[in-house]
Nanobody, 122 residues
Framework: QVQLMESEGGLLQPGGSLRLSCVAS????????MGWHRQAPGKEREHVAS???????QYSYSVKGRFTVSRDSYKNTVYLQMDSLNPEDTAVYYC????????????????WGQGTQVTVSS
């Protein structure tokens, strides 16, 4: 059973910084794409950032230049460094990973973390 465990979010002031982490555990063969989504109250879940196993990154327009996604494949962990936070960044943040499980070639599936609340307010 693959599980993704996220670090705690928190209450931050505008302009503040926070680093989220998410580690995968359980039985699996490989992890491909890792990333982060977020969902603000009353809004749909949106993509924030992602990183391939080769280290290629992609960001949403709203966070580009302020957030940095990285990964440590040996630790099965993805990080999201968030700088210059503003109230519009308030949301529940979810990590997600494409994980290969099973035997032989295995099967690729997408797994999600439980979500962690990040609130930016003065």
């Amino acid at each position: 059973q693959v599980q993704l465990m996220e670090s705690e979010g928190g209450l931050l002031q505008p302009g503040g910084s926070l680093r989220l982490s998410c580690v995968a555990s359980g039985g699996f063969i490989d992890i491909g794409l890792m990333g982060w989504h977020r969902q603000a109250p009353g809004k749909e879940r949106e993509h924030v950032a992602s990183i391939t196993s080769e280290g290629l990154t992609q960001y949403s327009y709203s966070v580009k230049g302020r957030f940095t996604v990285s990964r440590d494949s040996y630790k099965n962990t993805v990080y999201l460094q968030m700088d210059s936070l503003n109230p519009e960044d308030t949301a529940v943040y979810y990590c997600n990973m494409q994980v290969r499980t099973g035997k032989g070639w295995g099967v690729w599936s997408t797994y999600w973390g439980q979500g962690t609340q990040v609130t930016v307010s003065s």
